[in-house]
């Protein structure tokens, strides 16, 4: 007799632990698909916000809501019911700032709750500014290899092209044209990509 009342108050607790164990579980589980869903949501939301802005006749904030709301929805579990609370929402400034609490069943059918508010702040990417490189012009070569005056010298920005100079004055030479500090002929309808130098060449 003791034995039967032995092993049925643990079946009893047993069954008791299961359900606890799956109602700590089904919350934490259904809070991470909340939390997962709810960052998802705002963020893309936000970013595509910002970047395209609605023409659709709505304002900007409640149409961004509504995208959110609607991606929330489509991504959560059909037996969840979900209630959003807006704290901020502001398009120009590129913040949303939301609640989302979810309601649904444990397996062994009581009611059970979650939620999981966030705050998400636009990060603005500034236009990345060109490189820009100087290219200098010397009258000849041993002013470029002994760091003599230097003729001419502009600044360009990354990928621009240049166009060379007015011809220095020779004494009692004809200019050749520009070489390179490989002794190359110059090519001036080549985009600038790093820092030059180049010297008169004379005949």
């Not at 400034?93 to 709750?113: E, F, T």
């Not at 820009?132 to 230097?150: A, H, P, W």
């Amino acid at each position: 007799m003791k034995n039967m009342i032995l092993m049925l108050v643990s079946g009893v607790m047993g069954v008791l632990t299961l359900a606890i164990v799956m109602t700590i579980f089904g919350n934490v589980n259904r809070r991470a698909e909340l939390q997962s869903n709810l960052s998802a949501a705002m963020e893309m939301t936000l970013e595509r916000r910002m970047e395209e802005p609605s023409a659709d006749g709505i304002s900007p904030d409640m149409s961004a809501l509504a995208e959110c709301i609607q991606y929330m929805a489509a991504t959560m579990d059909a037996d969840t019911g979900m209630m959003v609370k807006v704290y901020l929402s502001d398009m120009e400034k590129g913040v949303l700032s939301m609640k989302a609490i979810a309601d649904y069943r444990h397996p062994n059918g009581s009611a059970g709750s979650a939620e999981w508010d966030r705050t998400v702040i636009y990060n603005r990417k500034e236009p990345e500014k060109p490189e820009q490189y100087e290219v200098s012009f010397y009258r000849n070569k041993t002013d470029m290899l002994g760091e003599g005056i230097c003729y001419k010298s502009i600044v360009v920005r990354e990928g621009d092209r240049i166009h060379p100079p007015a011809e220095p004055a020779g004494a009692g030479a004809d200019f050749a044209g520009w070489r390179d500090i490989n002794d190359y002929m110059a090519d001036f309808s080549c985009p600038v990509e790093q820092k030059l130098t180049y010297y008169a060449d004379w005949e």
